[in-house]
T-cell receptor, first 117, second 114 residues
Framework: DAGVIQSPRHEVTEMGQEVTLRCKPI?????LFWYRQTMMRGLELLIY????????DSGMPEDRFSAKMPNASFSTLKIQPSEPRDSAVYFC???????????????FGSGTQLSVL | AQSVTQPDIHITVSEGASLELRCNYS??????LFWYVQSPGQGLQLLLK??????LVQGIKGFEAEFKRSQSSFNLRKPSVHWSDAAEYFC????????????FGKGTKLSVKP
């Protein structure tokens, strides 16, 4: 398996623009997580899905952030409009089981480095 | 409040030396505990986890960690460090039930000198 695939690897955009980050989880995994990593705040969970259904989005910072999982093999995280403080590395992770809320073992993608100018 | 503290931001050890990375947590119930490793430009990879049972857990790449409830600690150890172990290490804690999410520490960056 190719692992969790995220695209793009790097994204540079201007403030106010819409940004869409994409994630393809490992086939057969039924839990998917979006994390954000910054120097100041470390790793923060934004939202997670079980069987394509959003379970907890309390980590989504503002209404500018939205996430979807239209099917088991694809998820998006959208920021509209983007702001400089959104600059961070965004990770997608998937898990093969719902046991323990899907945290039995997380498989992370390589992340998307987002820079908002 | 629930939290994870990794007191050491950056540690440098010589290749072949032993390693201990510290992790302390604050949690209201019996936690589930994890150590992840992140190589530059990569996502996190699970090293080991503790859910219950033996408090000394073995992981991949020769790492082990010991859960000490009385000290609220879950320190990561390796008897002999290899240059390829240079990376950032994250401790994480989560609730014992089926809901909730992992709380990650800020990480400890490990440098290995020849």
């Amino acid at each position: 398996d190719a692992g969790v695939i995220q695209s793009p690897r790097h994204e540079v955009t201007e403030m106010g623009q819409e940004v869409t980050l994409r994630c393809k989880p490992i086939s057969g995994h039924n839990s998917l997580f979006w994390y954000r990593q910054t120097m100041m705040r470390g790793l923060e969970l934004l939202i997670y899905f079980n069987n394509n259904v959003p379970i907890d989005d309390s980590g989504m910072p503002e209404d500018r952030f939205s996430a979807k999982m239209p099917n088991a093999s694809f998820s998006t995280l959208k920021i509209q409009p983007s702001e400089p403080r959104d600059s961070a590395v965004y990770f997608c992770a998937s898990s093969p089981t719902e046991k323990h809320g899907g945290r039995e073992k997380l498989f992370f993608g390589s992340g998307t480095q987002l820079s908002v100018l | 409040a629930q939290s994870v503290t990794q007191p050491d931001i950056h540690i440098t050890v010589s290749e072949g030396a032993s390693l201990e990375l510290r992790c302390n947590y604050s949690y209201g119930a019996t936690p589930y505990l994890f150590w992840y490793v992140q190589s530059p430009g990569q996502g996190l990879q699970l090293l080991l986890k503790y859910f219950s049972g033996d408090t000394l857990v073995q992981g991949i790449k020769g790492f082990e960690a010991e859960f000490k409830r009385s000290q609220s600690s879950f320190n990561l150890r390796k008897p002999s460090v290899h240059w390829s172990d240079a990376a950032e290490y994250f401790c994480a804690v989560g609730p014992g039930g089926s809901q909730g999410n992992l709380i990650f520490g800020k990480g400890t960056k490990l440098s290995v000198k020849p």
